[in-house]
């Protein structure tokens, strides 16, 4: 008769232990980097420079991106010889579709006025930031909430999804 009883206690002690050995043992998110990568392009328009950039408490896709937009556009220590976006430019609005990041800048960008190596390192430099992370390929501007088919200068298209292909 004890054993009769003891019986359903044995298994529920056995269910226990394998529920338990199964919660500790299941696979785990890999835990976040705790820097980005900013590229930053050389006054030659076309060397980039990866910086690395300490990551906040943030770890969702959005704030990530977000974040690694704000410190391209920010640029790097004022040591560094890099080609800067216009002062004060600043990120509106970012959103991710799929593999592709919608960036809405300020319209603070339209006022560089260095030329072509200076708009195409600024672009190449941010979408490669972007882009650095492995779920991201495209990435598209808008300026002030418009689409623009380029700047005032009119040295980079900006109608079209931008790639690290297209730099």
């Not at 300490?54 to 937009?69: I, M, N, R």
């Amino acid at each position: 008769m004890t054993t009769r009883r003891a019986l359903p206690l044995i298994i529920a002690f056995a269910t226990a232990i394998a529920a338990s050995i199964a919660y500790f043992n299941r696979p785990r998110p890999a835990p976040l980097a705790s820097t980005i990568r900013v590229y930053y392009a050389k006054p030659d328009g076309q060397t980039l420079v990866p910086y690395p950039v300490t990551l906040g408490p943030a770890g969702d896709t959005k704030s990530v991106l977000f974040y690694a937009a704000t410190q391209c556009l920010a640029g790097p220590p004022e040591t560094m010889k890099a080609i800067r976006f216009p002062n004060g430019t600043h990120v509106r609005a970012l959103d991710v579709q799929g593999k592709t990041v919608d960036l809405d800048l300020s319209g603070d960008v339209k006022t560089s006025a260095e030329g072509t190596f200076a708009e195409e390192g600024e672009f190449k430099a941010l979408v490669w930031t972007l882009t650095d992370r492995p779920d991201i390929d495209t990435v598209r501007i808008r300026v002030d909430g418009v689409r623009v088919p380029t700047l005032p200068g009119g040295h980079l298209e900006l109608d079209q999804p931008l790639t690290r292909a297209s730099f």
